[in-house]
């Protein structure tokens, strides 16, 4: 009598144990599922990631371990053009990572690497996550819109602007303001807005995302290091994130020995 | 349970295995520089700059809430580790390891770090597009994983304290 009292005192509590990993399963299949079926149901839209489009699959990620070839494409261009080093930055301009990076290691790169004709950067856009659009092409296509009338400091003005302006997140400002930022530096806004309202730089967004999802670009901010070519094309070392400015500087600096 | 909580031998290999699990996660993140930095040909000095250096992408390329949830999960599991090593090395024969221990601490890892930036063992696996799509975009697993491991340290404590009763 006793025993059984023992071994219904053991059972019950791996009764509760088997109830719980069986619950934990299915919450899990739920939650993968769930990422699935949401993943799928996004293909209906004019949603672009990473370059897929309904009728215009891309190649999936790679993930390279080695130095990755990237092109700088004809994509803008900060500092001298004759520097040693490039860094092609692929960025988001509604990523907080990206403004992060904006705003705490870029003015020190600027400064150290960029200014003094050591380093320059190409920046080239990726949009990895589904909610920071439309707003993250529309601030793409609108800096490009800049860059036609001001070339590529122009582009970095602007650049510089939406960083600056944006809070992030996929709503982190108007469209509306996107001519107003245009005003404010000086450019010819009726132009601008038809550039605008043209999409006439959406493919050269979508070929950058193209480019960023062979190169093995996951994310955003991400960035090649490299030995500058006279074709643009750089073997580049990858940093992923919003990296602290040591990082770049330890890398930067190895490379320019 | 407090003696069993806050004893030498419990808090030092729990915060020892979730240092680890904080570094790994933060290195995990530029896997593919790392591998190529400390496999090359580089000076000794770099490297070990450069790994200096990359940790402090914990504070740079993470969110509050992401860094928060990170040191908490990687706290959990050094103490779920800790038990189930106490529990292997007192009892012999353990048949059946807690399932909510490994399924947590493997989804602090895929959970852990930027979710914008790239999850770091789905980046590895070239998969972190995928939690993009998820409504919190990867955070929810970490309150998963967070979930699966205190429920874990729950049982695994309590099962420690009930061994010792005859």
Known sequence: MQNNMQDKKVVEPLNKNLAMVCGTIILVSLVIAGAVLYSNSNKGNNVVINGNTPNNQQPQNQQPTGPVSVSSDDDPVLGDKNAPLTMIEFSDYECPFCKRHFTDVYPQLKKDYIDTGKLKLVFRDFIAVPSHNPLATSQAIAASCAKDQGGDSMYFRYHDAIFTKTISNGNGMAVSELPAIAKSLGLNVSTFQGCLDSNKYKDEVTKDIADASKAGVNGTPSFFVGKSTSNGTINGTIIVGAQPFAAFKVIIDEMLK | ?166
Do not use: H
Not at chain 2, 56 to 85: D, H, K, Q, Y
Not at chain 2, 134 to 154: K, N
């Open chain 2, 1 to 166: 349970m407090i003696r069993l909580l806050f004893g030498r031998k419990f808090i030092i290999p729990t915060l020892v295995i979730a240092s680890l699990y904080l570094i790994t996660s933060t290195y995990l993140m530029n896997f593919r520089l790392l591998k190529m930095t400390l496999l090359g040909s580089f000076a000794l000095e770099y490297k070990a700059k450069l790994l200096v250096a990359l940790l402090g992408g914990m504070w740079t390329a993470m969110s509050g809430f992401g860094l928060v949830m990170l040191i908490i999960i990687a706290i959990l599991t050094g103490a779920n580790l800790t038990l189930i090593f106490k529990r292997v090395i007192d009892i012999r024969s353990f048949g059946k390891l807690n399932f909510f221990a490994s399924f947590g601490s493997a989804f602090g890892f895929i959970a852990s770090g930027c979710a914008a930036c790239g999850l770091p063992i789905l980046a590895l696996l070239g998969l972190s597009s995928s939690a993009i799509y998820l409504p919190f975009q990867g955070a929810e697993l970490s309150i998963i994983s967070f979930v699966l491991l205190a429920i874990s340290f729950y049982m695994m404590a309590r099962s420690e304290l009930k061994s010792k009763v005859c």
